[in-house]
């Protein structure tokens, strides 16, 4: 399914449904991502030691009553995803000690279209989310020392691009990402408190235009991560 079918879909469906919306809430909501990325290569030699990166989203909060007990949440955020290297795994060598980092942090413009259940005294939230991504940038700053001595830091931009162009040497991800997310939400009106599990579908590597040969599939990245948030809703209609 494209981008345009994936939109279009998501309009009908909020069209089909808005007679038996039973009222309207807006809010903001924000909190910490703990944001990672699942590899899958054929080669899985060629794969990077990550670890989570502590980073947040905040944003715009609809939440659409649809009948007692279930509601359907939208909304606009800022989000914050990529990963961090694990550096001691990364290098590989018991004989040397390694400070610092490298990071590749990844802004994205994301809208969720999740549908929540009550049970009990919590809500279980599923559903699919699109995202765009807005900046991104590699950065770096490490000291080794031991059996040899190393330091370097620096920082290059992301370019978003759905082939492999290398212009001026700078990495390329694909922009557009589109998963599923699953979690959990307890409410103390006016405040929503939630934990989510966010799962990626598409896979971020870009064809390259210049090995026809090549295939992304061979090198699959997709975002995953946790996050924690805290809405607050201010508006019913």
Same mark, same amino acid.
């Given at each position: ?55 947040? %989203? ?9 009948? @007692?007990?279930?509601?359907? %949440? ?5 989000s914050g995803k990529g990963h961090s290297t694990n550096l001691a ?20 413009? @994301? ?27 590699? @950065? ?15 920082? @290059? ?5 759905? %082939? ?74």
């Amino acid at each position: 399914m494209n981008l345009k079918s994936i939109i279009a879909a998501t309009v009908f469906s909020l069209i089909v449904i808005s007679p038996a919306l039973s009222q309207i809430s807006l809010g903001v909501e924000g909190g910490a991502n703990l944001a990672n990325i699942s590899q899958n290569y054929v080669d899985q030699t060629n794969e990077i030691p990550t670890i989570f990166r502590f980073t947040g %989203h905040i944003g715009a909060k609809v939440v659409y009553g649809l009948k @007692e007990g279930i509601n359907i %949440h939208s909304g606009l955020y800022i989000s914050g995803k990529g990963h961090s290297t694990n550096l001691a795994a990364y290098f590989d060598d018991p004989t040397i000690d390694i400070k610092g980092y490298i990071r590749k942090k990844i802004t994205y413009v @994301e809208v969720p279209l999740n549908v929540s259940f009550n049970v009990g005294p919590v809500d279980l939230v599923a559903g699919p989310y699109i995202a765009f991504a807005a900046k991104g940038r590699n @950065e770096w700053s490490y000291d080794i020392t031991g059996a040899f001595t190393l330091s370097d830091s620096g920082s @290059e931009l992301i370019q978003f691009s759905d %082939h492999k162009i290398r212009r001026n040497g700078m990495e390329e991800v694909k922009g557009l990402d589109i998963g599923l997310n699953l979690g959990v939400r307890y409410s103390i009106d006016p405040v929503v408190v939630g934990l989510t599990f966010d799962k990626g579908l598409t896979n971020l590597t870009p064809t390259d235009p210049n090995d026809p040969s090549y295939d992304p599939a061979s090198e699959k990245v997709t975002n995953t991560g946790l996050r924690f948030s805290v809405a607050y809703i201010f508006k019913q209609f």
